[in-house]
T-cell receptor, first 117, second 113 residues
Framework: GAVVSQHPSRVICKSGTSVKIECRSL??????MFWYRQFPKQSLMLMAT?????????EQGVEKDKFLINHASLTLSTLTVTSAHPEDSSFYIC?????????????FGPGTRLTVT | AQSVTQLGSHVSVSEGALVLLRCNYS??????LFWYVQYPNQGLQLLLK??????LVKGINGFEAEFKKSETSFHLTKPSAHMSDAAEYFC???????????FGQGTELSVKP
């Protein structure tokens, strides 16, 4: 159980175009979904926290107009990288959290490798 | 503010040797603590978690970790390393307050034959 999928697994796009990444919890409903960015050989950097039906909360320094997050349902969140540039190339990972008794446990997707040319 | 520090960005052990990956947290209130493993180009997989039920936590793949409040530590160990253990390991704290996690910098484990 607790499987999270991401689509696509890898994408190559041209500079100036937009790319949408989907994150789905396949066998459970997630209270909250998180989006992370990871550079090579580095840790995960939290970009934003997303709750179904409400606006995402972005971390300091993350451009909300560039990284659009939509949380349409308890099983689906999308991240759209708008007007992508080469510096947006990275590994993007989502997670879905389930809360019980005050503890929220995150289940991670397999990640999406974005390359902007 | 909470922080998580992993000592050693890279650890190398021989196959069959003890694995010890260090993690210290900084928090006025002991948080929930997690260890995750990440294989190349993949997401994170939960190895084990501390939720205050027991200080010695056993996880998957033979890993375990001990919570020591006096040392604010949550080090990860495995008695005998296997080649398949080679991966990146992340310690994280949090899990309450909506589930937000604070990650350590990560430790890359290499296993030599």
């Amino acid at each position: 159980g607790a499987v999270v999928s991401q689509h696509p697994s890898r994408v190559i796009c041209k500079s100036g175009t937009s790319v949408k990444i989907e994150c789905r919890s396949l066998d459970f409903q997630a209270t909250t979904m998180f989006w992370y960015r990871q550079f090579p050989k580095q840790s995960l950097m939290l970009m934003a926290t997303s709750n179904e039906g409400s606006k995402a909360t972005y971390e300091q320094g993350v451009e909300k107009d560039k990284f659009l997050i939509n949380h349409a349902s308890l099983t689906l969140s999308t991240l759209t990288v708008t007007s992508a540039h080469p510096e947006d190339s990275s590994f993007y990972i989502c997670s879905a959290a389930v809360g019980q008794g005050g503890l929220y446990e995150q289940y991670f997707g397999p990640g999406t490798r974005l390359t902007v040319t | 503010a909470q922080s998580v520090t992993q000592l050693g960005s890279h650890v190398s052990v021989s196959e069959g040797a003890l694995v010890l990956l260090r993690c210290n947290y900084s928090s006025s209130v002991p948080p929930y603590l997690f260890w995750y493993v990440q294989y190349p180009n993949q997401g994170l997989q939960l190895l084990l978690k501390y939720t205050s039920a027991a200080t010695l936590v056993k996880g998957i793949n033979g890993f375990e970790a001990e919570f020591k409040k006096s040392e604010t530590s949550f080090h990860l160990t495995k008695p005998s390393a296997h080649m398949s253990d080679a991966a990146e390991y992340f310690c994280a704290a949090g899990g309450n307050q909506g589930g937000k996690l604070i990650f350590g910098q990560g430790t890359e484990l290499s296993v030599k034959p």
